[in-house]
């Protein structure tokens, strides 16, 4: 939880207690629904919470954005983005059920009122969002195949509406179509060497119709 505190300072009282809830929660639920690796719940602040605070490092959700995150699996990023902006909206989707289970408990244990959750495949949501979020679920180009139509036309933050993803290692042949992604070196803001390779890639996207 320290690790938290060193890089995000000016946490409230209700997201530092849920914060910390988070290790006993998922220590809890993996038991009974294995989720997260052996390794990485002794790591659960490092490897997935504040990984995934990465995208905080780069995008300051608005009040009242409207964001999904695909494939969450136990719930990140979406989790901890959700208590991080708590006055903005996440949907957390995934096509395995008991890992919606498991998140639908997470958020239960820490009373998180901006999260829904889907258990389904993204391919068949049919909303729209500021932003779409994720870590470790496709390539780029079917990523950008499935959330076609699914970004908002109004345009409320400095980046583009589009996709933040959690991506790592050399991205020089993924990205080659998308010429105007930014690649943000997560080393730029965290110091541990666990995020020596890792980035946070922002994709802009057009507003489509469905
Ligand atoms: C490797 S896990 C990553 C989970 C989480 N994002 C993380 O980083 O810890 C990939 C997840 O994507 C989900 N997934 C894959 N394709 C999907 C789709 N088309 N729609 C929804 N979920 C999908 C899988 O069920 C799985 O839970």
Redesign the pocket.
Known sequence: MEIIHKYFKNLTKIQVEQFSKLQELYQDWNLKINV?SRKDIDELYLR?VLHSLGIAKVMQFKPGAKVM??????G??GIPLAILFPETQFHL????GK?IKVVDEVVAGLGLENVKTTH????EVKDTYDFIV?????QMETFVR?NKGKIAKKQNHDLKNGILY?KGGDLSEELKLYTSATIYDLPNYFDEPFFETKKVVHLGMKYKAN
Do not use: Q
């Open positions: 997260v997935h995150d695909v494939g969450t699996g136990g990140f990023p989707v995934d096509s395995i890992k389904g495949r993204v391919e994720s870590r470790a679920v496709a499935w959690l």
